[in-house]
């Protein structure tokens, strides 16, 4: 099953149908106050701090299997349920989770495009209780297909069939700002905004054109693609929107600049073209 976007008024229309098909699983990733001011209604919570180890220095990599399973359990997930993963961001978290659910063996989710902006923006109804639910007792197992891992990239660095997606600012990219104890990025990657995936004048929405603002920045579907940023949330979006375009090969390096910056075994490059170091 191929993951899709789909709007908030589609959402609204789809839960207002009376037919007998089941709701999906609307997960809403967010603080618990931004969730108790208002969610997307029937939409469970999910706290950015439930799909991270929080184990420094990589705080963002994936938690072990038996807080996967206690997270899913939580919300009522079983498996090969429809989920619709939002934030209230523009796609971080919300992709986050994405990567997630592929990362347990369900392929079968959809991204609220514009996420609670969207929905607000639409004048749609917010719930402000917290929803009902019924804990399941899943099981989940880990595949790790969609995880890549820093000796992933190490072995492939002169390799021109994988490009490196850094979608972190130019800032932090060039090395010019620091949040780990070597700054720059890693040799050969290239640097594409996560910002610059949303549409602000669209409540969020992703970009249209999608596929070309990629492919100009070396990004196509015909590479091997790994993204990361400082703890993959950020390239949650990024892992997310190569997914929805339907690339065959989107991995997503969950230990990110926050464990490759702060090894000392490490290629680093600076500037914004990457000069050695």
Same mark, same amino acid.
């Given at each position: 099953?191929?993951?899709? #976007?789909?709007? *908030?008024?589609? +959402? !609204?229309?789809?839960?207002?149908? @009376? =037919?007998?098909? $089941?709701?999906?699983?609307?997960?809403?990733?967010?603080?618990?106050?931004?969730?108790?001011?208002?969610?997307?209604?029937?939409?469970?919570?999910?706290?950015?701090?439930?799909?991270?180890?929080?184990?420094?220095?990589?705080?963002?990599?994936?938690?072990?299997?038996?807080?996967?399973?206690?997270?899913?359990?939580?919300?009522?997930?079983?498996?090969?349920?429809?989920?619709?993963?939002?934030?209230?961001?523009?796609?971080?978290?919300?992709?986050?989770?994405?990567?997630?659910?592929?990362?347990?063996?369900?392929?079968?989710?959809?991204?609220?495009?514009?996420?609670?902006? #969207?929905?607000? *923006?639409?004048? +749609? !109804?917010?719930?402000?209780?917290? @929803? =009902?639910?019924? $804990?399941?007792?899943?099981?989940?197992?880990?595949?790790?297909?969609?995880?890549?891992?820093?000796?992933?990239?190490?072995?492939?660095?002169?390799?021109?069939?994988?490009?490196?997606?850094?979608?972190?600012?130019?800032?932090?990219?060039?090395?010019?700002?620091?949040?780990?104890?070597?700054?720059?990025?890693?040799?050969?990657?290239?640097?594409?905004?996560?910002?610059?995936?949303?549409?602000?004048?669209?409540?969020?929405?992703?970009?249209?054109?999608?596929?070309?603002?990629?492919?100009?920045?070396?990004?196509?579907?015909?590479?091997?693609?790994?993204?990361?940023?400082?703890?993959?949330?950020?390239?949650? +979006?990024?892992?997310?929107?190569?997914?929805?375009?339907?690339? $065959?090969?989107?991995?997503?390096?969950?230990?990110?600049?926050?464990?490759?910056?702060?090894?000392?075994?490490?290629?680093?490059?600076?500037?914004?073209?990457?000069?050695?170091?």
């Amino acid at each position: 099953m191929k993951p899709s #976007a789909i709007s *908030a008024v589609e +959402l !609204a229309e789809r839960l207002d149908d @009376a =037919s007998d098909l $089941p709701n999906p699983l609307i997960a809403q990733v967010t603080s618990p106050e931004v969730y108790a001011g208002g969610h997307v209604p029937g939409a469970v919570h999910v706290s950015p701090a439930d799909l991270v180890s929080g184990i420094p220095p990589a705080t963002g990599r994936l938690p072990d299997s038996d807080a996967l399973t206690a997270l899913f359990r939580r919300i009522g997930y079983t498996h090969g349920t429809e989920v619709i993963t939002l934030d209230d961001e523009g796609g971080g978290w919300a992709g986050r989770l994405a990567w997630t659910l592929d990362i347990i063996g369900n392929p079968n989710w959809r991204y609220l495009d514009g996420g609670l902006n #969207a929905w607000a *923006a639409a004048g +749609l !109804a917010i719930d402000r209780e917290p @929803a =009902s639910v019924t $804990p399941s007792d899943v099981e989940i197992t880990v595949d790790t297909g969609p995880i890549a891992e820093a000796d992933d990239i190490l072995s492939r660095l002169e390799d021109e069939d994988l490009v490196i997606w850094d979608c972190r600012s130019a800032a932090e990219f060039a090395g010019h700002r620091r949040a780990a104890v070597r700054a720059g990025h890693i040799p050969g990657a290239v640097n594409l905004d996560w910002l610059d995936l949303m549409d602000g004048e669209r409540n969020l929405c992703l970009v249209e054109d999608l596929e070309a603002l990629l492919g100009e920045n070396g990004i196509a579907r015909e590479r091997d693609v790994i993204t990361h940023c400082q703890t993959h949330h950020r390239s949650g +979006l990024t892992y997310m929107a190569a997914r929805l375009l339907g690339f $065959p090969r989107i991995r997503a390096y969950h230990g990110s600049w926050s464990e490759w910056g702060n090894r000392m075994d490490t290629p680093v490059q600076t500037g914004p073209t990457g000069a050695n170091r």
